[in-house]
């Protein structure tokens, strides 16, 4: 398998704190199956993105991870008009290996600028964009067309692999699957952050996508489509997703993958996800809203 999403180069960001942690992490990873780990620290707000540094600590890690695990250098890139700028003036600089696919985060509020102006420009300059994590996303839940506009645009999703199983709580776990099922996840990855709390577990989302949607997908996800971004081709053929151009609307509920008998209620009050209640319309209201 090849993570194309892990905070390994250490005492950038919020990732791996040090050396050390850095090659558990690593070490942990090619354990779980992985012979690739795309390093991918942040670039937004409060990280900043220095290339010369990373570049330095990235061959500290190749040399005793040797014969261990291959990598390759990315970012996470925050999706603001700094970012933009920088990504504008120097092309394919954040882009994995410098071969055109990037990792863009969004804001957690406000969008820079229109999406389809942010999408233009980044495209314009040879980018091929991979939104991380929208499972987990505060934006997407408030405004979901915005997600089926990145689709229409051709932006790629990856999806967090813990998160299919709950690791990031049931609302995450349903908005995930969901995805999964009607084929709009192009990756999945572990965005790893630490050896111990966040660690890069891959093996067992794999087999969960194995068991639920055969091992032809788990292989697309995991391993043919990550290989074709190291390398800076375009992915092969991708089953159709289901619900973004016609078709039946896509819902999804909470129910369906994470039972609500399973949710646990905080201090007494209601479960975490009960305050967006319009998920279960989530695609049926973006595809009624256009792109």
């Given amino acids: 398998m090849i993570d194309i999403h892990q905070h390994l180069i250490w005492g950038v960001d919020d990732g791996a704190p040090d050396l050390e942690s850095a090659l558990a992490m690593a070490r942990a990873a090619a354990s779980e199956g992985i012979t690739r780990i795309v390093c991918t620290p942040h670039a937004n707000d409060f990280y900043p993105f220095p290339a010369a540094l990373l570049a ?3 061959e500290e890690l190749r040399a ?3 014969g261990v695990v291959e990598l390759s250098l990315g970012c996470e890139f925050h999706l603001n008009a700094e970012n933009i700028e920088d990504a504008l003036a120097h092309p394919l600089r954040y882009s994995i290996a410098n071969r055109g696919y990037l990792l863009v985060e969004f804001p957690a509020m406000v969008l820079p600028l229109p999406l389809a102006e942010a999408i233009y420009r980044l495209q314009s300059a040879g980018y091929k964009l991979v939104l991380t994590h929208p499972e987990r996303c505060p934006m997407l839940l408030r405004q979901p067309q915005l997600l089926t506009e990145w689709m229409r645009k051709g932006g790629l999703l990856q999806l967090t692999a813990s998160a299919l199983y709950g690791r990031f709580g049931p609302a995450a776990q349903a908005f995930g699957n969901e995805l999964l099922e009607r084929n709009w996840i192009h990756f999945v990855a572990s965005d790893a952050h630490h050896p111990q709390w966040r660690p890069p577990h891959l093996r067992q989302a794999y087999r969960h996508v194995a068991n639920k949607m055969g091992t032809e997908t788990a292989q697309r996800l995991f391993v043919t489509n990550p290989q074709a971004v190291v390398a800076g081709m375009e ?12 078709g039946p609307s896509l819902r999804f509920h909470l129910e369906k993958f994470a039972p609500t008998g399973r949710v646990k209620k905080r201090d007494g009050g209601p479960p975490p996800w009960s305050q967006i209640r319009s998920w279960r319309q989530l695609f049926s209201r973006s595809s009624a809203a256009g792109a």
Avoid: T
């Fill in 56 to 58: 330095e600590r990235l």
């Fill in 64 to 66: 005793p991870l040797q």
């Fill in 235 to 246: 992915l092969p053929e991708q089953p159709e997703p289901l619900g973004l151009e016609s």
